[in-house]
């Protein structure tokens, strides 16, 4: 489809904006070539420029001054007011406490409330709508409209808008809307200029009000683009399907009901037989097709593709608008993917953005005593202690973070202090400046301005606010803070730090931050900001009955019949809107491709039901569904694969090839028993280090408790030698009681953290009887201990070297050179048997035999009243060299480029944090 004309505008629209040109040059013909006096209120500033390109040329003058063109709420803005604007910060912190001296809402959220009521307020304002004086007459009026006898529920929802309402008029401020009204009536008063309207659809009453006034002092012309196009041909069928006449029916049926949506395209009939007699010259098909996809993803990847064909195809203005956000997300990040940058006018909301969650995780640390995930989270940000270096800042965060998961420490900052005071003392001016910081906001209660202030200091003592202050985004959320404490700054309301972090968090939501500095064709918006503008293409995403016309918000107060005797807008207004603005879009368009999910999860999905009527018409007129039906096939073809992506197809077992570079120099038994498990599980955690940071366990868990065994084992072993002797000394029991004392100083510390220690403890001490006894037979074999936790590193090859901690070394009383390498389980020791039952499936006791040229080797397990020594079955030397030659080789295969599959089996894969990596689930 080439409908664009040569200077570069889509035709449909250069039709529409040539007949606005030569209306406004017909009509002030007398003034040519100034137009200054002119004003001309635009729906966006987009349209300023095509119109005075086409002004311009129908014009044909050597020069000519352009009218002022302007939005309406820019023009009313210039008018200037004696009384100064009470900020909405201010009227939100007079309605909550209002609310909160009232006990209306014991528990409730008050700031959400105050911030509905403000709107309903509002909208009062803006509609024009008088409250009557007397509350009882509300009530009556109220009861009318509900058709219902008052209650409670009605009496109390009077109450609270009638009372307020006069609370919020009696102070005299002037708010926003009121300031709005006001200006407007002045602009009205003083007009002269005359004044040209552009519409897709309606304004609002109060708007409305004042063109009238306007128009009793200077004259209004109104360009409706609904009516210039129903004079269209090509657009006969677009407002025989979205038009007036259309309106009206869709007025007197539910737009999702689609029962009655297949009625009214039937009664088309006669209708679609007209238009096809009438103008054969308007069928949409050259203009406009519909995407039926089957979920989200393949809507996605349609929209995705759709955009890259048109951009290949050299249109330069691509609009992508987004019905459904969800979708759009899904869109942008294929395109960027793609390495098509997306211009998004939508923007984002401060309060999903980085720069805002640094503040909100900072204030939730404080708020739950540093709770480790509140503080890593914190930690992580790149906003954090941003006035340091990075590399610094990382390896201390670092730092921080296996401080805090090597002991489990699950909240309070003093407790990080005494960790860091005894490992890492270089932690301490970070904790030092946490502590600092927190202090700044450590009152009861205080202003919001003195809140702000104080989270402001803080953010500066963590370098947040560097970070802040150096980020475009960030800059845009320290101004917000900046004018919100200069609104507040004289308002002596408290709030607690709970109350205040409430109000931070509704405000950041209510703020929109767009990148400027992406230039791209390719533009994300949303329908209202299409009025009477023209594209190359549009993708018109998520036109399912759900999205088009969009949910509104649910009125709180009122129900659509109140609003309606009341004089506000009702729900039929705002869809009224999207579907003019839908048929304006459509009209001055040529190249449209509405997408929706035709079925989700399996389910149906209907299309929008302005959609759904007018592919019936079209159908019934021309034959002809609009139904997309080439862009399906396209899907696969068109896939962008990222070369840079390690991850794995899904229909296929991953087995990356280890970059050379990367290819570890070190290996420990836990290494090289994950290489033998799963290839892929030690390439992920070892080659790659995705391995998780050990995490910080809120309960006790039993991975302490072997730690606790194994620092009470070689505490007792480090102290007492020889048993045999100590036993004619102080005898089972006094062994039994040292064994028992030094438990009880391993326990101390998590006893007084953990109210579970003390069944660990228990169990423990179940086990302390028989481990002695074991320790006796051991010795009564000859074996003594020579030592425990003792560090290796062993090279093997030139470009490899084993490391790792044994657990204890046991000699032969008579020999010491015959080694035994013992390795403490906490485990039941059928577990273990299993585990050395098949050579080389657990490889840690030959790789320790290997270390230390033991001949024996044995896992020693502890459960509950049972120790038991658990060996191979095998001959250890001869298992540790086979297992050791066999590293060598998947070392040596490794560097040759053998691939590395996901091959582990399911008892594995149960216990494995790679399975979201690997994917197994999508493709065994
Ligand atoms: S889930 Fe299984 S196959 Fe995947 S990496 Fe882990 S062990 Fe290997």
Redesign the pocket.
Known sequence: MSNTENSGTPRAAAVFFEQVATQILEQHAHALPDLRELVIILPNYHVAVPLAQHLARAANLPALLLPQMVTINDWAESVPLTQSITPDTCRATTLYQALREREWFPGADLWGISSELLGLLDELTKHHVPLPQSEEDFLQQLERAYQAKRNAAMQFEARVVHELWYAMSASGELDAARAYQQRLALLAQQAKSPLIVLLTSDFSRLEMRFLQAYGEQATVNMIDLRVLSAQQENCALLHAALGPSAREKNHQRRDDNADDVHAEVLSLRAQAQRLHAQFPQAALGSRLRLFAAHGLEQEARAAEVQVRRWLLAGKTSIAIVAQDRLAARRVRALLERAEVQVRDETGWILSTMAVSTVLMRWLDALQSDFYYQDMLDLLKSPYMFADQPPAERKQMVYQLEQLLRKHGAVAHLEVFFELAQNEAPELGSPLARLRQAADELGKKSSTIHGWLLALERSLNILGVYAGLAADAAGEKLLQAVHTWQQELATDSTRFSRAEWRHWLALQLDAITWRDSSIDSPVLLTHLAATRWRKFDAVLLLGCDAAHLPSADKAAVWFNDAVRDTLGLPVRAVYRAQQRDDLLCLLALNDTVLATWQASKSGEANLLSPYLEILRGLHQLAYGDDLAETELAALLDNAQVRNAAAALPAAASMPQPVAPQSLIPQRISASGYNSLV??P??YY?RHVLHLNELDEVREGIEKRDFGDWVHQILHRFHSQYIEYNKLLINIGKAGLEQALHDISAEVFAQALQRDYWARAWLLRWQQSIPAYIDAQLKSEAEGWRYQNGEVPFELPLTEDLQMRGRIDRIDVQAEASHVVRVLDYKTQEARVLVNKLKQAGEDVQLPFYAHVFEATEAAFISIEKNKVLMVEPPQDVARLAHANIERLKLVFAQMREGVPLP???VDA??AY?E??G??R?VEWK
């Open positions: 498990a799963c892929y599980q992920a996901a091959n582990g594995v894969c494995c790679m399975r990596l690997c197994k």
